[in-house]
């Protein structure tokens, strides 16, 4: 089967941090509440310099960099957004500008909230496929694949219930197009249609104009993502004929600790197998997955070879799992 795998890493988080103490002196709130909740300690906020755009652009450049290939090979870019600077043009479309790509690279963004990077993925891929079919062609093919969110723009500082769980930042992978077996590879996408549940705020149509922020129902979104996440994992390891042994990481939306130390309760696995870095970033919706594989590749978790899942679940509601490989060609 046609599959991806991940080549190259690269992120971008902007260095202005809101500790929990900070947001303290603004609202109601303490370290001592946020923190046994939700994992995080801190968040990076965009300065007035900073952006979706800008954050994406400079991921863009280091994970290209870091694939170390030409950007000439780079046939598609996606930005996972729940948040772009502007409806049109597309993030992707100033990506495409500021790293010079070919004409024939096809740009997008996509919204699928914070499930997005992995839907992103999986239309990269098919394409990267739709590229090698009418093309034939022998050159290697890869995407550009990024999840970007300047959240700070869509909450409201004095709803406590939502601004101290979201942060600003950009994540991006190169991918390549391969041939690999069923074991290399799975995804599995889904959605359930509820307003309810988490309504990512800044809606200006006809339904409901009451909505001027990220509003959320927080116990049914723990509800729903404990009762997500361990189904994901099962669906694609089904898929992928594959163990949970077998895989390396496990790298699930960083929307919350608590909800992540449910499913590795729930598992009866090792929790240094969910890696978590929400501490420091809060949730950073679409792109959180990305960062956290920028992150670990640059501190030396990921050496190349590692079998990856992935698990996201967002407003929507929207939901995705990936089993993919980590620069394989590395491993020695
Ligand atoms: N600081 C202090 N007090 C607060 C805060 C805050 N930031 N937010 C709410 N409270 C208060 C409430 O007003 C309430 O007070 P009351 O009892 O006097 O009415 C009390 O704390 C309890 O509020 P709950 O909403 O019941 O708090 P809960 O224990 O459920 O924790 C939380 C809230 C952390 C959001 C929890 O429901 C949760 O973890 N949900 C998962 C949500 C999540 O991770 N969302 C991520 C975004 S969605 C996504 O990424 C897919």
Redesign the pocket.
């Known amino acids: 089967m046609r599959a991806i795998e991940i080549i190259g890493t690269g992120s971008c988080v902007p260095h202005h941090t809101i500790t929990n103490d900070e ?1 303290a002196q603004s ?4 370290d001592a ?2 923190y046994p ?2 994992g995080i300690h801190a968040r990076e906020f965009c300065t007035a310099r900073q952006s979706t755009v800008t954050m994406a652009v400079e991921a863009a450049r280091k994970a290209v960099a870091d694939a170390g290939i030409p950007v000439t090979g780079i046939r598609a870019v996606l930005v996972a957004t729940m948040s772009p600077d502007f409806s049109t043009p597309s993030t992707a479309c100033f990506v495409s500008e500021a790293l010079k790509l070919r004409e024939d690279t096809a740009a997008l963004d996509l919204n699928a ?2 499930s997005g990077f992995i839907y992103a993925l999986e239309t990269a891929r098919g394409i990267l496929s739709g590229i090698q079919e009418m093309e034939q062609g022998d050159a290697p093919l890869y995407a550009l694949v990024i999840g970007a969110e300047q959240l700070s723009r869509l909450l409201k500082l004095e709803d ?7 942060g600003d930042g950009a994540g991006a992978v190169i991918v390549k197009l391969t041939e690999a077996g069923r074991s290399d590879y799975a995804i599995t996408l889904g959605s359930r249609g509820s307003r309810d549940i ?1 309504a990512p705020g800044l809606y200006t149509g006809a339904i409901d104009k009451s909505v001027d922020h990220m509003v ?1 129902d ?2 049914a ?2 509800v ?2 404990v009762e997500i996440i361990p189904r994901l994992i099962e669906r694609v390891l089904r898929l992928s004929g594959s163990d949970l042994a077998q895989i390396d990481y496990v790298l699930c ?1 960083q ?2 600790a ?2 992540i130390r449910h499913v590795v309760r729930k598992l009866q696995v090792p929790e240094a197998k969910f890696p978590m870095n929400m501490e420091r970033l809060g ?1 950073t ?1 679409a792109a959180s997955i990305p960062i956290l594989l920028d992150e670990m590749h640059g501190n030396g978790t990921l050496r190349g070879g590692e079998k990856l899942l992935l698990a996201g ?3 929507g ?1 929207t939901f995705g799992g990936m089993q993919l490989r980590f620069r394989p060609e590395d491993r020695t």
Do not use: E, P, Q, Y
């Open positions: 947001l609202i109601d709130t303490s509440w946020i909740r939700t909230a914070c406590r219930t939502t601004s101290v769980l979201f988490l959320m927080g116990k979104v723990f729903f993502a939306h929307a919350n608590r909800i949730n919706s679940f967002g407003g509601l």
